[in-house]
């Protein structure tokens, strides 16, 4: 089964983690690969569980080309917190069974936490934050989101 890793680096500035917020999608993009068709913007929410048509099994997502009616499932194999450290990080592994290839990847939102436990969350990739308590930034700069 094809098996795709989202990655994340990004410089970042007294940063612990960087997560995906529960119950929040990662935002996809795919590329059919009978047909070609791009699928943009598909969410795919790692807490979802949904019936495969025709089976017993369950998926996290179900996606069909709109072109040539390719079906697929899409299931989060496994995730992990990105940490502060200015390098390319698997962060979450996806399985796909049929032919579509995830091209793209972004949060929906997430979480930065802190090397001092604050919790900061954002919907822009890329975070300058001071925090007050501490008296020390909090940045997320040079996002570079790829896929594996
Ligand atoms: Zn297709």
């Given at each position: 089964?094809?098996?795709?890793?989202?990655?994340?680096?990004?410089?970042?500035?007294?940063?612990?983690?960087?997560?995906?917020i529960?119950?929040?999608?990662y935002?996809?993009?795919?590329?059919?690969?009978?047909?070609?068709?791009?699928?943009?913007?598909?969410e795919l929410?790692?807490?979802?569980?949904?019936?495969?048509?025709n089976?017993?099994?369950?998926?996290?997502?179900?996606?069909?080309?709109k072109?040539c009616?390719?079906?697929?499932?899409?299931?989060?194999?496994?995730?992990?917190?990105?940490?502060?450290?200015?390098?390319?990080q698997?962060?979450?592994?996806?399985?796909?069974?049929?032919?579509?290839?995830?091209?793209?990847?972004?949060?929906?939102?997430?979480?930065?936490?802190?090397t001092?436990?604050?919790?900061?969350?954002?919907?822009?990739?890329?975070?300058?934050?001071?925090?007050?308590?501490?008296?020390?930034?909090?940045?997320?700069?040079?996002?570079?989101?790829?896929?594996?």
């Open positions: 089964m094809p098996k795709f890793n989202l990655t994340l680096s990004a410089a970042c500035e007294n940063v612990q983690f960087i997560k995906r529960k119950e929040t999608p935002i996809l993009d795919f590329v059919c690969g009978k047909c070609s068709e791009p699928q943009n913007d598909v929410l790692p807490e979802n569980k949904e019936p495969v048509p089976s017993r099994g369950t998926t996290c997502l179900n996606i069909k080309c072109v009616n390719s079906t697929n499932t899409v299931d989060v194999v496994s995730e992990t917190a990105f940490k502060g450290e200015e390098q390319a698997k962060i979450c592994a996806i399985e796909i069974r049929g032919s579509h290839k995830i091209v793209a990847w972004k949060y929906a939102m997430f979480e930065i936490e802190s001092n436990g604050s919790i900061f969350q954002s919907e822009e990739d890329e975070v300058v934050e001071y925090d007050e308590k501490h008296e020390e930034n909090v940045n997320v700069l040079e996002v570079v989101r790829s896929v594996e």
